[in-house]
């Protein structure tokens, strides 16, 4: 999305559509924070009399950094953004960047050391622990290579990949340009400015046919005349309706095209035949290519990252609340075993509907109605805040005059249209309403709404009826679960389906492989899929409880899915002192609630769980609004904890429906109360289904330190040559998740999780922290690390030989960052430990790609696995489908090990993943992804929730000036009597 500055964007004209001027009740100038200059404070001063239609230009310069002295005499702190030890005048460690803050004059300031968060413990030892981090090597660490050509355990299965060989040309060269357009217009603006340049000036440029990402880079087959050309486009300015206006209306834009490079395929075409095992993948070449194939579709769809949008596949459907699905493409070149492939993909994604702004408001809201406004109701203050939230950053262009402009909404005006007022250029006073209907004869109609405010900085203003959304514009707002549920319905493809629309855009007229662009470069692209043979994993034997003797059961339907009609847990817990509340319901639901305590009583006890069969206290019925007070909550959850004499192990929530109230209630009870939760809806305790009750009861005896699901066959006796009975070893997870897009104050949320019980290796505790905002590499990982090697002492009374490190949400662009900053805390937290040096693997996991799988029109069977062809020509990884695709087309998870101590073979590595993707606690099938990842998103959801129910008024403000980083909210600290237990799950 185009990013707007001061109101408009740079290609639009410098005069603004409308006044500009205070609210009558506006404050005064004062508002503005001071900028220190040379140690002088110096005040910005709004003019009164500004021109009343041209933008007031007010460009201020950030605020210098306060600097923090801190005195000699403090021996050693902790650094926030760096997270590492520090002391004064030590050799011993890391040089750590300035300690800044902010400057609060010419003078200086002393302040005392950063205190350290509420989850951060200092090691007992201090002294030792700096001598050992000096000695940590932190070198530059590679990926590791794979350790044979692949797998060979598992039955033969042929397989069709949407994956499209690409051969290209060696010897051909292009030539990377420099581009640089002033004024800086929009992206699509840009790309007319491209076409026209290459119509008018085809000599110029040696007759080729360049392609453009639409930004800074322009990539051509043959070499231009002259290395710099300087060029100037004209081009006609389109109206509202889209229609380009009269000739003489043309906006001019300066083109300067400069050499950067000249760049040939010699060192892609040795890296993926791997004839000298020193080349880097050349990722300039690589990157050229993939706009080579990006120009086609990118003239005739909306581009989104790497995704282009048209309806031509099918339209676009109303999905409700103002927003509309629309179906396209996915395509991304990746260098394979096989050569360069091209992966392409069926995707969906939701725009702003392109209408009115009122009729947009309407459909989202629905105090907004058509008596609603004939009333001229003013908006109350919680209305204006949704109306506000549901438009901000959204473009929109306005009706009442012909202009090519389009505007982002930064926020609303607090007072409505009628009151709105301003001076003209000059200085006398007018009325808002009052300039619309001298200067374009239009009388507004609805006074009471409030306008769009289309400056960050500065008030300009735009009737809400004179506005539309513009087209073609992703929708970043949180979908709601209707929404949500037509999105995936829109996207949800049986495998024959999306097999053959896939064929059809590879083949079709906007395709990446359409157009001549391709032929200029000598790129030839397959419209066959890929074939090739896949393996199908054996399901493991897995091991359960039978009154007191162990029984065992391989999973053999072919969905792998299995029950415990004939069966126990392998480890029930015993939960006696427990309570239920319900929230909100009507009586006749409430009198179910007998029945429930009963049936899951007995539901518990027929899987060898121990539920108490009355509750600590008689059942509590609450109304649904208690959620909302969090005081009321908290004191109600205390007092009930209180009756159990503090010792309440489970209380059962019963909801009327889904609310915004459950993270209250979480974080209360997970911080505060120190209580295991599990919450339930009032419309599944009306059936009471037998497959209710038992994920019920699977959920709390996982949450309550039990076990289901083990292995019957542990992982010592199925891979021996890696794991040993009295060597324990330990899973992690680690999981990074970001605030909302919209969302630029929030931190982010870190979890990592740990197995705690070896050989079984199904009971996970977690670590959770907050960090920097939208920072992927966790911060304060040696310190999680540390906590869960610690518990694990303490559980098994030894540390871990091995390591075994599963990593979630990193793009391939990060692997090597990550790997070399998270294994460096991972080695930190093992040296806290005198003489401990376990043996690391480090793999990541990635779900969200766009490889699919295909088998005979079907999805492929549970334990399909895919470690050629289509997989990296030199590194260590796989593709595999561990679960049974029961909607749509499964998505096979990417696992790449990255580095590897243990040195795992091709087969080992892979049955270990597919055995644990069969202990997940919270059914009975095998899951898609490994259950150290799973956990670690699970905590990591749950850590959110606390985070933003604590400080929940700090999403979505608008800053704009920030004179350093963000602070990070730290989490909320965790009660000891859940901290050990599964209680995210």
Same mark, same amino acid.
């Given at each position: 999305?185009?990013?707007?500055?001061?109101?408009?964007?740079?290609?639009?004209?410098?005069?603004?559509?409308?006044?500009?001027?205070?609210?009558?009740?506006?404050?005064?100038?004062?508002?503005?924070?001071?900028?220190?200059?040379?140690?002088?404070?110096?005040?910005?001063?709004?003019?009164?009399?500004?021109?009343?239609?041209?933008?007031?230009?007010?460009?201020?310069?950030?605020?210098?950094?306060?600097?923090?002295?801190?005195?000699?005499?403090?021996?050693?702190?902790?650094?926030?953004?760096?997270?590492?030890?520090?002391?004064?005048?030590?050799?011993?460690?890391?040089?750590?960047?300035?300690?800044?803050?902010?400057?609060?004059?010419?003078?200086?300031?002393?302040?005392?050391?950063?205190?350290?968060?509420?989850?951060?413990?200092?090691?007992?030892?201090?002294?030792?622990?700096?001598?050992?981090?000096?000695?940590?090597?932190?070198?530059?660490?590679?990926?590791?290579?794979?350790?044979?050509?692949?797998?060979?355990?598992?039955?033969?299965?042929?397989?069709?990949?949407?994956?499209?060989?690409?051969?290209?040309?060696?010897?051909?060269?292009?030539?990377?340009?420099?581009?640089?357009?002033?004024?800086?217009?929009?992206?699509?603006?840009?790309?007319?400015?491209?076409?026209?340049?290459?119509?008018?000036?085809?000599?110029?440029?040696?007759?080729?046919?360049?392609?453009?990402?639409?930004?800074?880079?322009?990539?051509?087959?043959?070499?231009?005349?002259?290395?710099?050309?300087?060029?100037?486009?004209?081009?006609?300015?389109p109206s509202n309706g889209g229609k380009l206006a009269e000739c003489q209306n043309q906006k001019l834009f300066r083109v300067n095209i400069r050499l950067v490079s000249k760049l040939t395929g010699e060192k892609l075409d040795s890296y993926l035949k791997e004839q000298n095992n020193g080349v880097n993948l050349p990722q300039d070449y690589l990157h050229a290519l993939d706009i080579v194939l990006r120009e086609a579709p990118s003239e005739s769809c909306v581009s989104v990252g790497r995704s282009h949008y048209t309806r031509s596949m099918g339209g676009q459907r109303d999905i409700g609340g103002g927003v509309v699905g629309m179906r396209g493409f996915f395509q991304s070149l990746r260098p394979t075993q096989q050569g360069l492939s091209l992966n392409v993909?069926?995707?969906?994604?939701?725009?702003?509907?392109?209408?009115?702004?009122?009729?947009?408001?309407?459909?989202?809201?629905?105090?907004?109605?058509?008596?609603?406004?004939?009333?001229?109701?003013?908006?109350?203050?919680?209305?204006?805040?949704?109306?506000?939230?549901?438009?901000?950053?959204?473009?929109?262009?306005?009706?009442?005059?012909?202009?090519?402009?389009?505007?982002?909404?930064?926020?609303?005006?607090?007072?409505?249209?009628?009151?709105?007022?301003?001076?003209?250029?000059?200085?006398?006073?007018?009325?808002?309403?009052?300039?619309?209907?001298?200067?374009?004869?239009?009388?507004?109609?609805?006074?009471?709404?409030?306008?769009?405010?289309?400056?960050?900085?500065?008030?300009?203003?735009?009737?809400?009826?004179?506005?539309?959304?513009?087209?073609?514009?992703?929708?970043?707002?949180?979908?709601?679960?209707?929404?949500?549920?037509?999105?995936?319905?829109?996207?949800?493809?049986?495998?024959?389906?999306?097999?053959?629309?896939? +064929? =059809? %855009?590879?083949?079709?007229?906007?395709?990446?492989?359409?157009?001549?662009? !391709?032929?200029?470069? &000598? #790129? /030839?692209?397959?419209?066959?899929?890929?074939?090739?043979?896949?393996?199908?994993?054996?399901?493991?034997?897995?091991?359960?409880?039978?009154?007191?003797?162990?029984?065992?059961?391989?999973?053999?339907?072919?969905?792998?899915?299995?029950?415990?009609?004939?069966?126990?847990?392998?480890?029930?817990?015993?939960?006696?002192?427990?309570?239920?509340?319900?929230?909100?319901?009507?009586?006749?639901?409430?009198?179910?609630?007998?029945?429930?305590?009963?049936?899951?009583?007995?539901?518990?006890?027929?899987?060898?769980?121990?539920?108490?069969?009355?509750?600590?206290?008689?059942?509590?019925?609450?109304?649904?609004?208690?959620? +909302? =007070? %969090?005081?009321?909550?908290?004191?109600?959850?205390?007092?009930?904890?209180? !009756?159990?004499?503090? &010792? #309440? /192990?489970?209380?059962?929530?019963?909801?009327?429906?889904?609310?915004?109230?459950?993270?209250?209630?979480?974080?209360?009870?997970?911080?505060?109360?120190?209580?295991?939760?599990?919450?339930?809806?009032?419309?599944?305790?009306?059936?009471?289904?037998?497959?209710?009750?038992?994920?019920?009861?699977?959920?709390?005896?996982?949450?309550?330190?039990?076990?289901?699901?083990?292995?019957?066959?542990?992982?010592?006796?199925?891979?021996?040559?890696?794991?040993?009975?009295?060597?324990?070893?330990?899973?992690?997870?680690?999981?990074?998740?970001?605030?909302?897009?919209?969302?630029?104050?929030?931190?982010?949320?870190?979890?990592?999780?740990?197995?705690?019980?070896?050989?079984?290796?199904?009971?996970?505790?977690?670590?959770?922290?907050?960090?920097?905002?939208?920072?992927?590499?966790?911060?304060?990982?040696?310190?999680?690390?540390?906590?869960?090697?610690?518990?694990?002492?303490?559980?098994?009374?030894?540390?871990?030989?091995?390591?075994?490190?599963?990593?979630?949400?990193?793009?391939?662009?990060?692997?090597?960052?990550?790997?070399?900053?998270?294994?460096?805390?991972?080695?930190?937290?093992?040296?806290?430990?005198?003489?401990?040096?376990?043996?690391?693997?480090?793999?990541?996991?990635?779900?969200?790609?766009?490889?699919?799988?295909?088998?005979?029109?079907?999805?492929?069977?549970?334990?399909?696995?895919?470690?050629?062809?289509?997989?990296?020509?030199?590194?260590?990884?796989?593709?595999?489908?561990?679960?049974?695709?029961?909607?749509?087309?499964?998505?096979?998870?990417?696992?790449?090990?990255?580095?590897?101590?243990?040195?795992?073979?091709?087969?080992?590595?892979?049955?270990?993943?597919?055995?644990?993707?069969?202990?997940?606690?919270?059914?009975?099938?095998?899951?898609?992804?490994?259950?150290?990842?799973?956990?670690?998103?699970?905590?990591?959801?749950?850590?959110?929730?606390?985070?933003?129910?604590?400080?929940?008024?700090?999403?979505?403000?608008?800053?704009?000036?920030?004179?350093?980083?963000?602070?990070?909210?730290?989490?909320?600290?965790?009660?000891?009597?859940?901290?050990?237990?599964?209680?995210?799950?």
């Amino acid at each position: 999305m185009e990013k707007a500055k001061k109101g408009r964007n740079r290609d639009t004209k410098r005069h603004s559509p409308l006044p500009f001027g205070t609210h009558q009740n506006a404050m005064p100038l004062m508002e503005i924070p001071p900028i220190i200059q040379n140690g002088y404070p110096y005040q910005y001063r709004y003019h009164q009399s500004c021109p009343a239609l041209l933008p007031l230009p007010l460009s201020l310069p950030l605020p210098p950094p306060f600097l923090l002295y801190v005195p000699p005499a403090a021996p050693l702190f902790y650094e926030h953004n760096s997270h590492k030890w520090r002391t004064n005048g030590q050799n011993g460690l890391r040089k750590q960047r300035p300690v800044q803050n902010h400057v609060l004059g010419p003078t200086e300031a002393h302040f005392d050391p950063i205190p350290l968060r509420q989850e951060v413990e200092l090691p007992q030892n201090l002294t030792n622990f700096q001598n050992k981090i000096s000695h940590i090597d932190i070198t530059e660490v590679g990926i590791v290579r794979r350790p044979d050509s692949g797998g060979t355990e598992g039955s033969i299965i042929p397989l069709l990949v949407n994956h499209f060989l690409v051969q290209f040309d060696p010897t051909q060269r292009i030539f990377h340009y420099d581009v640089n357009i002033s004024p800086r217009p929009s992206k699509e603006t840009a790309r007319m400015i491209k076409q026209k340049l290459v119509e008018e000036n085809t000599d110029l440029l040696s007759g080729s046919m360049p392609v453009f990402d639409g930004r800074k880079n322009l990539y051509s087959p043959v070499e231009f005349q002259r290395d710099q050309l300087e060029f100037y486009i004209s081009l006609p300015i389109p109206s509202n309706g889209g229609k380009l206006a009269e000739c003489q209306n043309q906006k001019l834009f300066r083109v300067n095209i400069r050499l950067v490079s000249k760049l040939t395929g010699e060192k892609l075409d040795s890296y993926l035949k791997e004839q000298n095992n020193g080349v880097n993948l050349p990722q300039d070449y690589l990157h050229a290519l993939d706009i080579v194939l990006r120009e086609a579709p990118s003239e005739s769809c909306v581009s989104v990252g790497r995704s282009h949008y048209t309806r031509s596949m099918g339209g676009q459907r109303d999905i409700g609340g103002g927003v509309v699905g629309m179906r396209g493409f996915f395509q991304s070149l990746r260098p394979t075993q096989q050569g360069l492939s091209l992966n392409v993909d069926f995707s969906v994604m939701a725009f702003h509907e392109s209408i009115g702004v009122i009729p947009y408001l309407q459909k989202k809201y629905s105090f907004l109605t058509d008596d609603f406004l004939r009333r001229k109701r003013v908006l109350s203050e919680e209305e204006r805040k949704q109306v506000q939230s549901a438009l901000k950053n959204v473009k929109i262009f306005v009706s009442h005059r012909e202009t090519h402009q389009r505007f982002r909404v930064y926020s609303l005006t607090e007072g409505a249209t009628e009151d709105l007022k301003f001076w003209d250029r000059s200085g006398k006073e007018y009325k808002l309403v009052d300039y619309f209907r001298d200067q374009y004869n239009h009388e507004i109609e609805f006074k009471n709404l409030p306008c769009l405010q289309i400056s960050r900085s500065k008030p300009c203003y735009l009737p809400m009826e004179l506005c539309t959304v513009c087209d073609s514009q992703k929708f970043l707002g949180k979908l709601s679960d209707e929404q949500t549920a037509q999105v995936l319905k829109m996207g949800c493809q049986r495998p024959s389906e999306r097999k053959d629309i896939i +064929n =059809n %855009v590879v083949k079709c007229a906007f395709g990446p492989a359409s157009g001549s662009y !391709s032929n200029q470069f &000598n #790129l /030839q692209v397959s419209k066959e899929m890929t074939q090739l043979v896949g393996r199908v994993l054996q399901p493991p034997k897995l091991k359960f409880g039978d009154t007191g003797h162990v029984r065992d059961m391989t999973p053999n339907r072919q969905d792998r899915q299995w029950n415990f009609l004939n069966s126990h847990v392998t480890e029930g817990s015993i939960v006696r002192k427990w309570a239920i509340i319900s929230f909100g319901g009507t009586s006749e639901q409430h009198a179910c609630i007998p029945t429930f305590i009963r049936q899951l009583s007995n539901r518990c006890e027929h899987l060898g769980i121990v539920l108490s069969k009355s509750t600590m206290v008689n059942p509590l019925f609450e109304h649904i609004q208690l959620l +909302n =007070n %969090v005081m009321g909550l908290e004191t109600k959850l205390r007092k009930i904890n209180e !009756s159990a004499n503090g &010792n #309440l /192990q489970l209380l059962v929530c019963v909801m009327e429906r889904k609310h915004k109230g459950y993270g209250h209630l979480k974080r209360i009870a997970d911080t505060s109360i120190g209580v295991v939760t599990q919450c339930c809806l009032y419309q599944n305790l009306t059936k009471l289904t037998s497959q209710f009750l038992a994920n019920l009861a699977l959920k709390i005896n996982a949450k309550l330190g039990g076990c289901n699901t083990a292995l019957y066959n542990s992982l010592p006796l199925q891979i021996p040559r890696i794991f040993s009975d009295n060597q324990p070893v330990i899973f992690m997870g680690a999981d990074v998740t970001h605030p909302h897009p919209l969302d630029d104050v929030s931190p982010s949320v870190v979890a990592v999780v740990g197995s705690m019980n070896w050989p079984a290796s199904n009971r996970y505790i977690s670590r959770m922290r907050s960090q920097t905002h939208r920072q992927e590499i966790m911060e304060n990982l040696d310190i999680m690390v540390y906590e869960l090697l610690e518990e694990f002492l303490l559980e098994n009374k030894k540390l871990p030989s091995k390591i075994i490190f599963f990593r979630d949400g990193v793009s391939e662009t990060q692997f090597q960052k990550v790997l070399k900053e998270e294994l460096q805390a991972i080695r930190i937290a093992c040296k806290r430990f005198d003489g401990y040096q376990p043996l690391v693997t480090f793999a990541v996991v990635q779900k969200r790609h766009h490889t699919r799988l295909f088998h005979s029109d079907q999805n492929v069977p549970p334990g399909t696995v895919v470690d050629t062809v289509i997989t990296h020509p030199r590194e260590f990884d796989f593709y595999l489908c561990s679960h049974w695709g029961t909607k749509g087309t499964s998505r096979p998870t990417h696992y790449h090990v990255l580095w590897d101590e243990n040195q795992f073979r091709s087969d080992e590595m892979q049955k270990l993943v597919h055995s644990l993707c069969y202990t997940f606690v919270r059914c009975t099938k095998p899951v898609s992804l490994v259950p150290p990842v799973y956990y670690a998103h699970l905590a990591a959801y749950r850590a959110r929730l606390y985070l933003e129910r604590s400080d929940s008024g700090a999403c979505g403000k608008q800053i704009l000036y920030r004179s350093g980083p963000l602070q990070t909210v730290p989490l909320p600290k965790l009660q000891d009597s859940v901290k050990k237990l599964m209680f995210y799950c």
